[in-house]
């Protein structure tokens, strides 16, 4: 599987110094940039806080009703079911914004095994434990007068209806047996999901995955939820910890034998998640077959040469043109992140954030990048325009495009009119649509280093292609100068010394057959 080495990430990020535009005297790009990355970046904040709150507002809320109904609204089949269906509803509410984790567990333990970004742990930590804190809040004003006829006390009887206890607040479990079933629940949860969602491993459609997850979490209940209550997830216990602790339960932050116990559900489920997440990738992921998202190959149907570089691809897309299309680019996949861009042309053409309805972008198989296909008029595509690119770099951008697409004029929402790349096989789309966020969290860095290679390949398949060119045109111009008697003796025109050899004096023996295999050297 394909590695990029953390400095080698950065770089790519970051580009060197002559892809920087300031140091190649270009103007810096006019921030747009930054605006669409912050506004993805809130999206994503906002989706874990939104999926954390309603999972909460589920699970707490069945945790109240039974605790308080006396036997009367369910046992705890129910708790286990209501915080299952929670987890399904909260993960179809932010599956397009965040790639839901909604549990600082598996936001640790994937940064740990490296598939998150570290940068990221804490604002989604922090919107987790947001989206928890304000559900309790919510619970507690809702179930004050139950809580109250049940616990007029606020004692440790009703505690158990925002955090959990060792044993659930019935049986003396100790905190070491509390703290192996927290750990061991959260490392079969964490497991299970990477199982679910890693693509080479023949994962459900996207549709039926926060299903799936929340039958999960119901099934880890009911098999290691009697010692430790199972909380699993840090945000699901401190935060209704704390507001139990700020609303009068004075008792709050210990179990129901006076020790200390709000650490447990916070640090037993992190190393839980470390756990289950680093057992997956050392018994299954390292075993899975390489053909997935992250190693897909940028042109799967890109033609190869006599020596295996990439052919340049034969297109008619641009109609032959010499000058660029009369209308800027719409670009909603890979292209519209800078670095993507860097590596293809060495520079960031002007650029600004559009939408456009009645398209969307779905999910291809087997690649990481979109197609871009006909949907409901109320379906809205985000992505950008670049504006003043040359007819060099329409042709790098054409050929860097898969032949499934088409090159198609759209009419964006403001009005304006765009060229954009559809995708025309419609049968081979998937159900879910790209994320743009997912891209870059788990395939940009890599992604960027293929089309540094692709450009090089690029770069040396139209130079070869232009020496061949060039020797055809000599070899006919000098079978047309011996055969033809009519023509004036003159000496052949003579090609450039960078396109071709010389061609030979009346005395020169006769020049060596052309071959494919010179070495020409790729520009830097």
Not at 212 to 217: D, F, K
Request: charged share 15%.
């Amino acid at each position: 599987m394909e590695r990029v080495s953390g400095s080698a990430a950065q770089q790519l990020r970051a580009g060197t110094a002559s892809d920087r535009p300031a140091e190649r005297g270009e103007p810096e790009p006019d921030g747009v940039t930054a605006v669409v990355d912050r506004h993805r970046r809130m999206g994503e904040l906002s989706g874990e806080f939104a999926g954390s709150l309603v999972m909460m507002l589920i699970g707490l809320g069945a945790e109240a009703a039974v605790l308080t109904g006396g036997g009367h609204f369910g046992d705890f089949a129910v708790l286990t079911l209501g915080w299952g269906f929670g987890v399904t509803c909260a993960v179809y509410v932010a599956a397009r914004l965040s790639g839901p984790h909604l549990n600082p567990a598996i936001t640790i333990g994937l940064a740990v095994c490296r598939k998150f970004p570290w940068r990221k742990v804490l604002p989604y930590t922090t919107a987790q434990l947001a989206g928890g804190f304000v559900a309790a809040l919510i619970v507690r004003a809702g179930y004050n007068e139950m809580l109250l006829m049940y616990d007029p006390g606020t004692t440790i009887k009703s505690q158990l209806a925002f955090s959990t206890l060792p044993g659930n607040g019935l049986f003396p479990v100790s905190i070491p047996t509390a703290f192996f079933a927290e750990l061991i629940a959260t490392a079969l949860l964490v497991f299970v999901i990477c199982a679910l969602v890693t693509p080479a491993n023949n994962p459900p459609l996207a549709n039926l995955t926060p299903l799936l997850v929340g039958w999960l979490v119901v099934a880890v209940g009911m098999s290691w939820g009697a010692n430790s209550g199972y909380a699993i997830n840090p945000a699901r216990d401190l935060g209704p910890r704390l507001v139990s602790l700020l609303t009068g339960y004075e008792s709050a932050l210990y179990d129901q034998h006076g020790n200390l116990y709000v650490w447990l559900p916070v640090v037993a489920p992190i190393l839980g998640g470390v756990l289950g997440a680093g057992l997956f990738r050392l018994l299954i992921e390292q075993f899975l077959p390489t053909a997935d998202l992250s190693v897909a190959p940028l042109s799967q149907y890109a033609p190869k040469s006599e020596d295996g570089t990439l052919a340049v691809p034969v297109r008619d897309r641009l109609d032959g043109r010499r000058r660029a299309p009369d209308a800027p680019l719409f670009v909603y996949g890979s292209l519209q992140f800078a670095d993507v861009l860097r590596a293809l042309l060495h520079r960031v053409p002007r650029h600004a954030p559009v939408e456009v309805y009645g398209w969307r972008a779905a999910a291809l198989p087997g690649v990481e990048y979109p197609g871009l296909v006909p949907a409901p008029p109320v379906s809205k595509v985000s992505g950008v325009i670049l504006v003043g690119l040359e007819p060099s770099e329409w042709e790098i951008l054409d050929a860097f495009e898969d032949p499934v697409y088409h090159l198609t004029l759209i009419t964006l929402a403001d009005g304006q009119q765009a060229w954009t790349y559809t995708c025309a096989d419609s049968t081979s789309i998937l159900d879910p649509d790209w994320s743009a966020g997912s891209f870059a969290d788990h395939y940009l860095a890599g992604y960027v280093h293929r089309c540094t290679v692709w450009r090089q390949q690029y770069t040396l398949s139209t130079a070869l292609q232009r020496r061949r060119t060039a020797r055809r045109f000599c070899t006919t111009l000098r079978g047309a100068t011996s055969t033809d008697d009519e023509q004036p003796q003159r000496a052949p025109l003579r090609p450039r010394r960078t396109v071709g050899p010389h061609p030979p004096r009346a005395a020169d023996p006769p020049p060596a057959p052309a071959t494919d295999r010179e070495d020409v050297a790729v520009p830097g």
